[in-house]
């Protein structure tokens, strides 16, 4: 009998919950957490759970040398720091944490250690990248214009945030306060987030404003043949509305900030049973066939009770999965550190993970239209 590769998965919250609900049954898994409540979370899978500080003497190590591939769900401001380490350690590495710190600085070191390494790898950035990738290098003869509207979002939202969230709030916060970093015609361009807010409708949402944040990142690198390329968050409009009420009274503040993350902790959390639903759209416009063309591709995933995984961690932890499969059976081995789109790139591997999700529920509906010339 062929022995089942190991896996680590660092950080047992509603993500990692997901990650470890996905792999169990096929890998040897342990999974660390601080939180004994987070573990007690997934006591009914097969996995074994471990209570300690990853950054504890010792434990780190062990846990890396034990595991043929390491899955971080750790809240971004301790994930460039444990990414070193684990790279230092030549582990074999998926990362979903979104650092404010630029991971692919450690592609060098990564790959004289011979870690392969993929960071960014949730919904988005994560399965956004991918199919943009895809997209750029094998279904059009030229992208011209790439935009991303994602979210996740509650199913009953309720005042006064009308907002929950599975992430770190701290993470959320980031990503209303950092500056966004796009490319527009061709110009690379620094816009304020919260801003450029429009209207978005899905038939299982409603209305939803769509605002700048920075989540293109990576792609500016990879893509810089596609003059366009710009990332939305999706909210409900009382959320919108409420969190740009807070910035303008000076709670984003330095000296303000961290009550305001204590509360947003608190009011965020999901309830146990509280259903969530994750929106993204992706267009993406240029030339197919000699014709400009439009593409759409819309996600719509929603809360699973059977087995209680909310819809952000499924399709943040689900793709996570796939891309640390695709290293395990040696499908994608190259040592260094590779944004999402890496595996885009590769139609072989976009298509795999791509059937992957969509042997879990999570699918795109495309549509597609020919653009007036010019």
């Known amino acids: 009998m062929t022995p089942r590769p190991a896996v680590t998965v660092l950080g047992c919250g509603l993500v990692g919950r997901a990650i470890v609900f996905d792999l169990c049954r096929e890998c040897d898994l342990t999974v660390l957490d601080r939180s004994a409540e987070s573990l007690a979370a997934v006591a009914h899978l097969p996995c074994r759970r471990e209570q300690a500080d990853v950054f504890a003497p010792g434990v780190l190590e062990r846990l890396a040398a034990e595991a ?48 392969t390494v993929v960071v960014d790898c949730g919904v988005c950035p994560g399965l956004s990248n991918i199919v943009a990738a895809h997209a750029a290098r094998h279904g059009f003869e030229r992208l011209d214009r790439y935009v991303c509207y994602v979210g996740g979002l509650p199913r009953q939202p309720q005042p006064p945030w009308y907002y929950r969230n599975p992430f770190a709030a701290e993470s959320v916060l980031d990503e209303y306060t950092r500056p966004c970093r796009f490319r527009i ?21 409603g209305p939803l404003v769509a605002f700048h944040t920075d989540g293109i990142r990576t792609l500016l690198a990879s893509l810089p043949e596609v003059p366009t390329l710009i990332e939305k968050t999706l909210r409900h409009p009382q959320h919108y509305d409420f969190i740009v009420r807070l910035r303008d009274a000076g709670f984003f503040a ?36 000699g014709a400009p063309t439009r593409v759409v591709y819309d996600l719509v995933d929603y809360f699973d009770p059977a087995n209680g995984l909310l819809s952000m961690a499924r399709t943040t932890g689900f793709t ?3 891309a640390a499969r695709l290293i395990l059976t040696g499908r994608f081995r190259r040592p260094g550190v590779h944004p999402p789109e890496a595996l885009g790139s590769d139609d072989c591997l976009y298509q795999a993970i791509i059937g992957m999700l969509a042997e879990r529920g999570v699918r795109f509906r495309e549509r597609r239209e020919t653009l007036p010339a010019g």
Do not use: Y
């Open 68 to 115: 043929a591939v390491v899955i971080s769900a750790m809240p971004g401001a301790a994930g460039f720091r444990l990414l070193e380490r684990l790279i230092e350690l030549g582990t074999d590495t998926v990362d979903i944490s979104f650092t404010e710190e630029d991971p692919t600085v450690l592609h060098g070191r990564a790959a004289e250690r011979g870690a």
């Open 185 to 205: 015609g061709g110009r690379m361009a620094t816009l304020e987030p919260l801003s450029g807010a429009e209207t978005v409708e899905f038939e299982e949402t």
């Open 254 to 289: 330095p000296d303000v900030r961290s009550m305001l993350e204590t509360v947003c902790r608190r009011a965020w959390r999901f309830a146990p049973g509280e259903e969530d639903i994750t929106v993204m759209r992706l267009l993406l416009e240029g030339s197919i066939g």
């Open 320 to 322: 996570a999965a796939a």
